[in-house]
Nanobody
Framework: QVQLVESGGGLVQAGGSLRLSCAAS????????MGWFRQAPGKEREFVAG????????YYADSVKGRFTISRDNAKNTVYLQMNSLKPEDTATYYC?????????????????WGQGTQVTVSS
């Protein structure tokens, strides 16, 4: 069992930055690949970024490449999402989740445990 708690969301102007954190409980956090998703009102939850526990490879949605960076600190049981050059279309609730082994990075069903989400609002 893993519990995830996101933080760091807020209101920011377009062009600004935020860093989201996802703190995990459980001794085996370092052995989970992790992902960030987001969901805007009336839209489906979509993949944003992921990081592998085996080789540290990182994966990004095309819409955030070059602007967002995912990282992790296994000693702190925390995964981060640094978001720069934010746009109004980045407005959403952001969720972190643990990824099942061998499954697709980009699909919601590939993830087992989810946090409660943190709201990010980007004003124009």
């Amino acid at each position: 069992q893993v519990q995830l708690v996101e933080s760091g969301g807020g209101l920011v102007q377009a062009g600004g930055s935020l860093r989201l954190s996802c703190a995990a409980s459980g001794r085996t956090f370092s052995r989970y690949s992790m992902g960030w998703f987001r969901q805007a009102p009336g839209k489906e939850r979509e993949f944003v970024a992921g990081i592998s526990w085996t080789d540290g490879n990182k994966y990004y949605a095309d819409s955030v490449k070059g602007r967002f960076t995912i990282s992790r600190d296994n000693a702190k049981n925390t995964v981060y999402l640094q978001m720069n050059s934010l746009k109004p279309e980045d407005t959403a609730t952001y969720y972190c989740a643990t990824k099942s082994r061998g499954s697709s990075w980009y699909e919601v069903p590939s993830y087992d445990y989810w946090g409660q989400g943190t709201q990010v609002t980007v004003s124009s």
